[in-house]
């Protein structure tokens, strides 16, 4: 294994089935993904990005294949671990707890990892100011906060737990251009500058554009 | 340490919500109570209606008095002596269910009255008796020695009321019923004044023994039962007692329609008898009747509580179902978004039920082991509908909730 790559996809597939028929969401993948590369996966609705997501994140397991990160097979891995500790997902629609502070929405991952809440405050706070936002954005709740700001909630969320897998469903999906750009100048900016392997699912041709690497499916095959 | 603060976050984070929720977690607990409150109603109606039952059993005394077969005399019946078993054995199915049993015999039997010194003092009607004979009935007001009530005249002791100016209470007496037959020794326990109060215009003049000691000793017929009465204890067993004095008597509605054969006497079906429990029936058919509804009415209340219960809370986990899909993305187990799910319901659950169950206390000063059970029943299912989403929601397809969200 070549030590930039830390995601590996070997001859991935997905197979949906029920009564009627079965699909092959993803279909015989192989990619092996860098650290500090931004990368855009592309491809008509019902391509199979989703999926592929879902796999790489850990939240389902192939059908046929193997995952590897850092050259460990997802399967003898603990998956909620692994979403804990190595991967994290941003939303097209952020996720945000609606009840939770800004503050408390960041310092959630790593209050579930047990860690003491006076050790990961200033993490939280470092991640926001990261992100573009400042101590007057801690005490505001989520539904207080424009589309991009959650956004940038999110992404302080997704980066606070340490994961040098960023995997983005859509993330400019809700904004505006201008909001949609700095997002993309974020993440990109965390692909090139913190390391980080970014890998944003995407319909915008703009995002794609940027992207270091563009992958495009059809029908969960990688043709590109 | 690191569990027991993941533990703390999680309970930090239900405590947050139900709080920064608080109206819609009002809503809920005030919904619950109102169940819980509703239960204990309809069980207390219940029971309340229930006790009034009992009550009004107990306030109406329904006797039985035997008739002869055409329903219509309750006096000079001439009963055979067997049917006192029916009433006094301590073997019969009537026994404990009755009381107040009133036998006694026609005082037609005469019997010379003598001193233990053989002085002959007068001669007086025998009469058998199961009580304490009453001014209304013979004329005369019995004092009773010392130590012994109407209950002696259930057994069958030689002991005796006779005329004050016969012996005293305590003394003997001899009764002598002819000159061939032996003379028997009768205990004074009480005494009465003859010229008190005239029977049939005619000066008192009876002697009474315990009717089961006339009846071994003195009576001259087996037919010697005048008249046959007694009281229901307990009036909720009419019916079974009905039905069991049903073997022996002719039923009241067929009364001049004698039952060809024999009763479990072996002795053909001459007398019937009567139960009068028109009143009892008034009071209690209406109370019957509304805890029929009632009864009806209740299980239907109850089940619909308990589906509330568990339609709420199933559906106030469902409906968050994606707050918990963003947890299991960040790394929550399936365990952690159970219990979240689980314990947000079971605070509610608890706080609800405990605010319906102290009012109901405090509306009825006490809560019956019945509505502790049913609120039980009904916290178990709104638990139960909370546990089966949580399980569902810590088993989610997370992606498919999100990309169903967007």
Known sequence: MNDTNILQLDNVNYEYRNKYQSVKAVNSFDYDFKKGLFYAITGKSGSGKTTLLSLMVGLDTPSGGIIKYMGEDLKDMNMDKYRRDNVSLIYQDFNLFPLLTVLENVMYPLQLKGQKKKDIRHLAVEKLAMTGLDESYHKRYPSMLSGGEQQRVAIARALVTGATILLADEPTGNLDTENGDNIVSILKSLAHNEGYCVIVVTHDLDIASVADEVLQLKDGKLIQ | ?406
């Open chain 2, 1 to 406: 340490m690191k569990f027991i603060r993941i533990f703390l976050h999680s309970l930090s984070y239900t405590f947050n919500t139900l709080i920064r929720k608080i109206f819609k977690s009002i809503a809920v607990v005030i919904c619950v109570a109102t169940f819980a409150i509703l239960i204990c109603v309809m069980d207390y109606t219940i029971q309340k209606q229930g006790n009034l039952l009992l009550d009004m059993y107990e306030q109406y005394k329904v006797n039985i008095v035997v008739l002869d077969k055409f329903a219509e005399n309750k006096e000079d019946l001439e009963i055979n002596n067997k049917y006192a078993s029916i009433f006094m054995q301590e073997d019969s199915k009537l026994w404990g269910l009755i009381d107040e049993v009133v036998i006694r015999s026609n005082g037609e039997e005469s019997a010379d009255v003598y001193l233990q010194d053989d002085t002959f003092i007068d001669t007086l009607n025998v009469v058998g008796i199961t009580y304490i004979p009453e001014q209304y009935e013979f004329g005369v007001t019995v004092e009773m020695a010392e130590g012994y009530s109407k209950d002696i005249f259930m057994g069958d002791e030689s002991v005796c009321i006779v005329p004050q100016n016969v012996s005293q209470i305590g003394g003997n007496v001899c009764i002598k019923q002819g000159p061939d037959i032996e003379p028997l020794i009768y205990k004074v326990v009480g005494t009465y004044v003859p010229q008190e109060v005239g029977y049939d215009e005619e000066e008192a003049n009876f002697i009474f023994c315990p009717y089961l000691n006339y009846d071994q000793h003195l009576a001259s017929t087996k037919n010697n039962i005048y008249r046959l009465e007694c009281r229901i204890i307990d009036a909720q067993k009419v019916t079974e007692i009905e039905n069991y004095l049903l073997k022996y008597f002719i039923a009241p509605s067929m009364a001049g329609v004698t039952p060809s054969g024999y009763n479990e006497l072996k002795l053909f079906y001459e007398y019937s008898f009567i139960i009068p429990k028109g009143n009892l029936e008034e009071v209690i058919d209406p109370i019957k009747a509304d805890i029929k509804k009632l009864k009806i009415v209740e299980p239907f209340i109850f089940s619909f509580s308990i589906a509330i219960g568990f339609i709420i809370s199933m559906l106030s986990i469902r409906n968050r179902k994606a707050e918990f899909a963003v947890m299991r993305s960040l790394g929550a187990s399936g365990f952690y978004v159970f219990f979240e799910s689980f314990m947000e319901q079971f605070i509610l659950c608890m706080v609800g039920t405990g605010i319906g169950s102290i009012a109901a206390y405090f509306a009825y000063g006490n809560l019956s082991g019945s509505q502790i059970n049913k609120i039980l029943i009904f916290t178990a299912c709104y638990m139960l509908g909370a546990v089966i989403e949580a399980i569902s929601i810590a088993r989610v397809k997370v992606m498919k909730i999100m990309k169903a969200n967007e």
